[in-house]
């Protein structure tokens, strides 16, 4: 089966050997360490108490360093969607370990960060400053002679633009006082006003009525003028200070992949220290426990060969521990990339069918028919093909484009039979696609009844495919009467619809009706007497029973879930036909014709590709997750995780 069996592993062994075997069985990577339980175990043994502290505070550090020079490193060839680590060498790793001062990087850094973030405060202050001397530039004495004399104010101030003819005739009838308008824009007008103080109270009531803001410069010296340059300098000066931050930074950049490393190296000594902590203790000996797929069994048994004073307990896991016993996934190499998908919904319990062989040709088809076009399948299979090894996606990147390189090569096939390509019926290419001619048997577009058919036939075999499943679950687990009564009746119920239908339709004979109907009657029957069983009152079975063939809409509805197959073929056939039709429209336009023909050809084909490739894979997961997995699956599973030598930047060259 496609869940890989599991074994309860007990290890018992030398107290003074305990760090050695720690160590030796992360190198091996084969074991998920358990906590032992205290109350299974005797007396005389203590539960290992570890303090990591110290290591989580480098690991703090290291990570806040690295993610800090993120942001001046050179973008690398790596889509940005999928993490990727950094492949080494171990003689590398090794060098670092034993001569990189990374802590001295580190503190570096972070020293650099604290100045670039006081120059930049001063920055922003000196921008504020400067934003606020602007609209006085012209004011021609300095600030500090605005204080006044014993005789003479002055005053600078701000009114709306719609303000300034009532000021300026307000102003007029005063003698002993001078307007100076220095500035006007964005509906305000900024001036200095001087007058002899014996005119206070008139310029008091002039100011409320023409709505003035008053302006004052306790903390400016100078003439504005002079002080706007003295910032500028002064800016400048900060600018050239980041600038040669930010290039040492640049240049610390290029140790990023020492200061990973070494992020790497102490999250591996915390991973021991922590295995450490499922031990216990006594005085001459240690014991743990955990889970190992059965197929790496011997290997730990070899590398733990050179400890004599230790012993290794295997047993078989029962179904009371089923919660608790992680999941490893072991399919074949054509369905490994789908278990990605059976991971976004979650894996199954240990105990459970692992859905993913099963889900897998029906998520490759359902996605080719969203596309339908050849000439797409073309595109998005060379694409997926090429993007993994040119670029760096990461090992959930690599299935994902598995699943799209498969998925386009069968809507190579979809678009043979549809006719499609780029939008094109094959029936008005080129000779030299004849043979493709005859493989063609109907359009979407003008034929979609068919397509629907199509559509739902497959939902209704994806459909009785996960019924099935259910009725081969229940006898796995020795449940005989659920099998038969809750799934085979539906199983037969269906089929047995199926058969009068279609005799009736006259796609099969007449003699496929009385089958079909006698198969139908006697399993809603069956249903109806035995779907509420466990109950104990005859109301309450019927009830159930009645329910339960009710759920014959719900069936019905669920089918027609798979016309959203028909809705995206479509929708894919019918952008591709417009961006051909604008792409002819355009090659008309004088001189640029041609130019803007191609151009909207390869964008637009691009774009459908992409937007259909993503609403493809949204609606054919959503058909595997409601329909087909609420018929049998339910998943909740733990993954199976390995105490094993693994970094999160870096992976040491094989």
């Known amino acids: 089966m496609a869940v890989c069996e599991m074994r309860k592993v007990y290890i018992v062994g030398d107290r003074d050997a305990h760090d050695s075997i720690i160590k030796r069985l992360s190198e091996l990577g084969v074991l998920q360490l358990k906590k032992v339980e205290g109350n299974l175990i005797s007396s005389v043994f203590k539960q290992t108490k570890i303090k990591t502290d110290d290591i989580e505070e480098k690991l703090s550090k290291l990570n806040w360093t690295i993610s800090y020079l993120g942001q001046f490193e050179k973008a690398g060839a790596g889509l940005g969607l999928f993490p990727s680590k950094r492949v080494i060498s171990r003689r590398q790793f090794l060098n670092w370990i034993k001569n990189f001062d990374w802590e001295k990087i580190c503190d570096r850094c972070s020293e650099l960060h604290r100045k670039s973030e006081t120059l930049t405060e001063e920055k922003k202050n000196l921008l504020e400053r400067y934003g606020f001397l602007l609209p006085w530039r012209k004011l021609p004495i300095s600030l500090e002679k605005l204080q006044g004399t014993k005789l003479v104010a002055y005053q600078l101030g701000i009114i709306p633009q719609e303000k300034r003819d009532a000021l300026e005739k307000e102003i007029s009838r005063l003698k002993g006082a001078h307007l100076h308008i220095l500035q006007e824009g964005e509906g305000k007008i900024?001036?200095?006003?001087?007058?002899?103080?014996?005119?206070?109270?008139?310029?008091?009531?002039?100011?409320?009525?023409?709505?003035?803001?008053?302006?004052?410069?306790?903390?400016?010296?100078?003439?504005?003028?002079?002080?706007?340059?003295?910032?500028?300098?002064?800016?400048?000066?900060?600018?050239?200070?980041?600038?040669?931050?930010?290039?040492?930074?640049?240049?610390?950049?290029?140790?990023?992949?020492?200061?990973?490393?070494?992020?790497?190296?102490?999250?591996?000594?915390?991973?021991?220290?922590?295995?450490?902590?499922?031990?216990?203790?006594?005085?001459?000996?240690?014991?743990?426990?955990?889970?190992?797929?059965?197929?790496?069994?011997?290997?730990?048994?070899?590398?733990?060969?050179?400890?004599?004073?230790?012993?290794?307990?295997?047993?078989?896991?029962?179904?009371?521990?089923?919660?608790?016993?992680?999941?490893?996934?072991?399919?074949?190499?054509?369905?490994?990339?789908?278990?990605?998908?059976?991971?976004?919904?979650?894996?199954?319990?240990?105990?459970?069918?692992?859905?993913?062989?099963?889900?897998?040709?029906?998520?490759?088809?359902?996605?080719?028919?969203?596309?339908?076009?050849?000439?797409?399948?073309?595109?998005?299979?060379?694409?997926?093909?090429?993007?993994?090894?040119?670029?760096?996606?990461?090992?959930?990147?690599?299935?994902?484009?598995?699943?799209?390189?498969?998925?386009?090569?069968?809507?190579?096939?979809?678009?043979?039979?549809?006719g499609g390509m780029f939008g094109i019926q094959i029936s008005q290419l080129p000779a030299f696609f004849a043979p493709l001619k005859r493989l063609t048997l109907f359009d979407p577009l003008k034929q979609p009844m068919v397509f629907l058919v199509i559509s739902l036939a497959l939902g209704v075999v994806h459909l009785l495919l996960g019924i099935v499943l259910a009725f081969w679950e229940d006898l796995?687990?020795?449940?005989?009467?659920?099998?038969?009564?809750?799934?085979?009746?539906?199983?037969?119920?269906?089929?047995?619809?199926?058969?009068?239908?279609?005799?009736?339709?006259?796609?099969?004979?007449?003699?496929?009706?009385?089958?079909?109907?006698?198969?139908?009657?006697?399993?809603?029957?069956?249903?109806?007497?035995?779907?509420?069983?466990?109950?104990?009152?005859?109301?309450?079975?019927?009830?159930?029973?009645?329910?339960?063939?009710?759920?014959?809409?719900?069936?019905?509805?669920?089918?027609?879930?798979?016309?959203?197959?028909?809705?995206?073929?479509l929708a894919t056939s019918v952008i591709a036909t417009v961006v051909n039709l604008i792409a002819n429209m355009a090659s008309g336009i004088p001189l640029i014709g041609p130019v803007c023909m191609v151009i909207i050809l390869i964008l637009g084909h691009l774009g459908n590709i992409a937007i259909n490739t993503l609403s493809g894979f949204i609606h054919t997961a959503r058909l595997q997750f409601v329909e087909f997995f609420g018929k049998f699956y339910e998943g909740g599973g733990k993954n199976f995780t390995p105490f094993k030598q693994e970094g999160k930047y870096t992976i040491m060259e094989k």
Request: hydrophobic share 45%; aromatic share 12%.
């Open 476 to 569: 796995r687990k020795g449940d005989i009467n659920s099998a038969i009564l809750d799934h085979l009746s539906w199983i037969v119920l269906i089929l047995g619809v199926i058969l009068f239908g279609l005799s009736k339709l006259g796609v099969l004979g007449k003699s496929f009706t009385t089958p079909g109907l006698i198969m139908s009657l006697s399993a809603a029957i069956i249903l109806f007497l035995f779907a509420g069983r466990k109950s104990k009152s005859l109301f309450v079975r019927f009830g159930k029973g009645a329910f339960e063939l009710y759920g014959l809409i719900s069936l019905f509805g669920d089918v027609l879930s798979y016309s959203r197959l028909l809705a995206l073929g």
């Open 190 to 418: 900024y001036f200095l006003l001087a007058y002899i103080r014996e005119l206070e109270k008139n310029i008091e009531s002039l100011s409320q009525e023409v709505k003035m803001e008053k302006v004052q410069f306790k903390e400016f010296k100078g003439i504005p003028e002079e002080e706007l340059r003295k910032i500028k300098r002064s800016v400048a000066q900060i600018d050239d200070q980041l600038k040669k931050i930010r290039e040492e930074l640049e240049k610390i950049t290029k140790e990023k992949i020492k200061l990973m490393a070494f992020y790497d190296h102490f999250y591996n000594l915390l991973q021991e220290r922590r295995a450490t902590s499922y031990t216990w203790r006594s005085s001459y000996t240690f014991t743990l426990e955990g889970w190992i797929r059965k197929q790496d069994i011997q290997p730990l048994r070899n590398g733990l060969k050179d400890y004599s004073l230790i012993d290794i307990v295997i047993r078989e896991p029962n179904e009371e521990e089923e919660k608790n016993i992680p999941v490893a996934l072991s399919n074949k190499r054509v369905f490994k990339p789908f278990e990605i998908v059976t991971e976004l919904y979650g894996i199954p319990r240990y105990f459970e069918i692992d859905p993913t062989p099963f889900l897998a040709p029906f998520f490759a088809v359902f996605l080719a028919l969203c596309l339908t076009d050849g000439g797409y399948g073309v595109i998005l299979a060379l694409l997926a093909y090429f993007i993994p090894k040119k670029v760096q996606v990461g090992e959930s990147g690599k299935r994902l484009f598995s699943i799209l390189f498969i998925s386009g090569l069968l809507t190579i096939v979809v678009g043979t039979i549809t």
